[in-house]
């Protein structure tokens, strides 16, 4: 296959992407392993985006790819990463035209900047503020309307900010949608959440329920690999259940962890001496 | 269990010892070990019986009800498990027990016709004089048909459940049938952590696990049978309910989650047809399937379960909005809407999805705003369902001519929006409603009720009662037909099927 070919094959993974594990994996490692072809590839993504059919939980999904792209590209000498750190801003920009999508592209970028040596702690917290700074909440008053920020940066810090925008946005809205007078009547579900609406950007019911079943599908399988260890060699070592295991609920001090190893010495001699053959 | 050198053996110890009996048991030949098999109720274990106030086990006795399986085959409706399945297969090699259908293909050893036939019927042996009363079980040999299925009374994903009647003791229990054919890894682990919790159970108003049975590939859970479920029995077209007869139920709808709140389990399936009801209104919370202990969480770190849970009538709206690190909370809140049903006889949140039922509970209780809820846009769900219109509360209009001004601010308070503004279950223990009067008061009336009334067979009577008036419609507008043919027989088929009255008599 040349490079159009492999480009052609993988803007077609991308738009029939759905969100399964196994099938994010798919694309990736076919992403990965082509990736002497990224210069073709990595456009091929912003351009998949940039369909005018394909719908907002598509552009959800294809996001979730991308992190578990990055997550993946260590084992091919970090592929893709710096030139999807060039495009993320853009990829954000399309993908939060929708705002019911800034939930998975939030839990998608924080999993994402871990993978690049810059601190977004910060941005990270700033998610789940009052973004709202005193002269929005003015214009809330006035009944106006904000403008967009523009940002100087780039990079992962500038999809930080983009994000933190879409956010204020929506805020912004709610806000003032709390100052109207409130309905007495009893609406229908259409009128009280647009499924119904002609925005091209809004989910339709189907698309909403459809969506919710897949974040629940994609949250039980996220839990069955809850255990699992990367481990180097295939060595299992008291430490590895020390630091996997026990760790992760209580963790020990130097000399807790002592007594630890000395604990579990004890079960051993004990289980060995239980059994009535020599074991080893 | 602990050590020679009084240290917990740990878990693995444990299961080494287990393993060794489990090996060493030959149940055709060691009649000992058999009767000690731990399903088996201990007879000095009073304690269990007695608080169970509407069937008192003598016991599922495994010679009592070894399964005939030829017999069974003949007769289905007669359930007779076996009791646990042996350690040992026909040849002693295999596997102990089969971890489902799937896997009972695969086995050649578990063929139809290598099926055990449980242990041949010996002379009963001599009873030992230096034995206590309570070392000695009942070794009486009886028929195969030690229970017999009355008629079924449930059906969920989990399975079916069944009115049974122990015919030695003619009481009744209730057998749920776990389905394991749509399992493909085996005995399910859901089914596993229920049966853990229902061991753990002691409360009078949370149901106990009698015992666990297994016949051929099928398991069943033994409860107490009681005669309806708060759904069945508010659907009584008799039923009038007193202010101290909801109380009564109400108390101890609670004080039976205090209890398993105070476990730290949350039930996450409450709804009126789990809760349970004897002959006099004395409750018990049921079904275990959904349910779970909470998490010991470090500092810093979230629970983090699947918000795939409670039926969505009663499902509260952070779970409709993506929750996954909810609390008890999410019961309370169905507590909540049994507390309107014990006024309204129906459940006031009817949703079809998760769409629908949001837009009912905003419809009613208003939309959240900043100060009753401020926190609501962290949830996962919300940009997606977030109102885009600011709905006013209307409860209280509709509700509160109804009920007595205590019940009506207890349930205001149950079905806050914002869980953490829901008051726990102990709180709701010390609430005004409980204190003031009339005080709680069982329900003797229903005795008189002509039969049992579940939410199951509701539904059957309902679906009946459709397919009546379908039928009488149908008879009718057959009858019409007929007259508007006789009045003007000049009529083509056309003509009549476009007339305003045909019409009618098609819809």
Redo the contacts between chains.
């Keep these: 296959m040349d490079s159009f070919d492999i480009a052609n094959q993988f803007a077609q993974l991308l738009r029939n992407l759905t969100p399964q594990i196994g099938v994010l994996n798919k694309a990736a490692t076919f992403a990965l392993k082509n990736s002497d072809n990224e210069d073709y590839l990595f456009p091929t993504i912003l351009n998949v985006l940039h369909d005018k059919n394909l719908n907002i939980n598509q552009k959800s999904t294809i996001f979730q790819f991308i992190d578990v792209l990055i997550d993946e590209a260590h084992k091919y000498n970090g592929a893709y990463v710096k030139n999807i750190e060039k495009i993320l801003p853009a990829i954000i920009k399309n993908i939060c035209v929708s705002s019911s999508n800034m939930f998975n592209v939030y839990q998608s970028l924080c999993s994402i900047s871990k993978h690049f040596k810059i601190n977004v702690k910060e941005y990270e917290d700033k998610f789940y503020t009052d973004l709202l700074t005193e002269e929005d909440k003015k214009l809330i008053e006035e009944n106006g309307q904000i403008e967009s920020k523009k940002f100087d940066d780039h990079g992962l810090i500038l999809a930080w900010k983009i994000l933190l925008e879409r956010k204020r946005r929506s805020q912004f809205e709610r806000a003032k949608l709390l100052r109207s007078n409130p309905i007495h009547e009893t609406v229908e579900e259409d009128e009280l959440f647009k499924v119904k609406s002609k925005d091209k950007y809004a989910l339709s019911k189907r698309q909403i329920l459809s969506r919710l079943e897949d974040d629940r599908e994609l949250h039980k399988r996220s839990k069955e690999n809850l255990w699992n260890v990367n481990r180097d060699k295939s060595v299992l070592t008291e430490q590895e259940f020390k630091d996997h295991y026990w760790n992760k609920f209580n963790a020990l001090n130097d000399e807790e962890g002592k007594e630890f190893f000395n604990a579990l010495s004890d079960l051993n001699d004990l289980v060995s001496a239980s059994y009535k053959d020599q074991q080893y | 269990m602990v050590?020679k050198f009084n240290?917990p053996?740990?878990p693995?110890?444990n299961n080494?010892q287990q393993q060794r009996d489990y090996n060493s048991r030959d149940y055709n030949n060691n009649q000992r070990d058999f009767q000690r098999s731990s399903y088996i109720p201990h007879k000095s274990n009073s304690k269990n019986s007695q608080s169970r106030d509407s069937y008192v086990p003598s016991g599922p006795k495994r010679d009592q009800y070894r399964p005939n399986n030829n017999g069974f085959r003949k007769d289905n409706n007669n359930i007779r498990p076996s009791g646990p399945s042996g350690p040992s297969g026909p040849s002693g090699t295999k596997r102990p027990l089969p971890s489902g259908p799937s896997s009972l293909k695969k086995r050649r050893d578990f063929h139809h016709n290598n099926i055990p036939k449980g242990p041949k019927i010996r002379a009963i042996p001599e009873i030992r004089k230096d034995l206590l009363p309570h070392q000695i079980y009942t070794i009486n040999k009886t028929g195969p048909n030690i229970y017999e299925k009355v008629q079924q009374v449930g059906e969920g994903t989990y399975g079916k459940v069944y009115k049974v009647k122990h015919n030695r003791t003619n009481e009744f229990v209730a057998f749920k049938k776990l389905r394991l054919e749509s399992e493909r890894e085996g005995f399910p682990i859901t089914a596993i952590r229920e049966i853990k919790l229902l061991q753990s159970f002691d409360h009078p108003n949370v149901i106990g696990l009698l015992e666990m049975m297994i016949e051929k590939n099928s398991i069943y859970m033994v409860f107490d049978y009681l005669d309806h479920d708060l759904t069945g029995l508010l659907s009584h077209p008799d039923l009038n309910l007193q202010e101290s007869h909801r109380k009564y139920i109400f108390k101890q709808l609670i004080s039976g989650l205090n209890y398993l709140h105070e476990k730290r389990i949350i039930h996450r399936d409450i709804k009126g047809s789990n809760i349970l009801l004897d002959k006099i209104g004395n409750l018990k919370i049921a079904d275990f399937g959904l349910a779970r202990p909470m998490k010991?969480l470090?500092a810093g770190e979230l629970p983090?379960y699947?918000?795939?849970v409670i039926t969505i009538w009663y499902r509260p709206p952070e779970l409709l909005l993506?929750a996954?690190d909810y609390g008890r909370e999410v019961d309370i809140w169905g507590v909540g809407c049994l507390l309107m049903e014990l006024y309204y006889k129906v459940a006031i949140f009817r949703g079809l999805?998760?769409?629908?039922q949001?837009?009912k509970i905003?419809?009613i209780m208003?939309?959240p705003?900043?100060s009753n809820w401020p926190d609501i846009?962290?949830l996962?769900?919300?940009?997606?369902?977030?109102?885009?219109?600011?709905?006013?509360s209307?409860f209280e209009d509709k509700f509160k001519k109804t009920m007595s001004i205590e019940a009506f601010k207890l349930a205001e308070k149950l079905l806050m929006l914002n869980p953490k503004s829901r008051p726990t279950s102990e709180e709701i223990l010390q609430d005004e409603y409980f204190k003031n009067d009339p005080k709680p008061e069982p329900l003797y009336f229903i005795k008189d009720f002509e039969g049992e009334w579940h939410e199951f067979e509701t539904k059957q009577r309902r679906r009946e009662e459709r397919k009546r008036i379908k039928e009488e419609e149908d008879a009718e507008a057959n009858a019409r037909k007929e007259r508007i043919e006789k009045v003007s027989p000049q009529c083509t088929d056309k003509s009549v099927k476009t007339s305003p009255e045909s019409k009618d008599a098609k819809e």
């Design positions: 050590d240290r053996t740990g693995r110890g080494n010991i470090t983090d699947t918000n795939r993506g996954t999805d998760e769409i629908s949001l837009c905003f419809n208003g939309t705003n900043m846009d962290k996962p769900w919300f940009e997606m369902l977030k109102p885009r219109l600011n709905l006013a209307k």
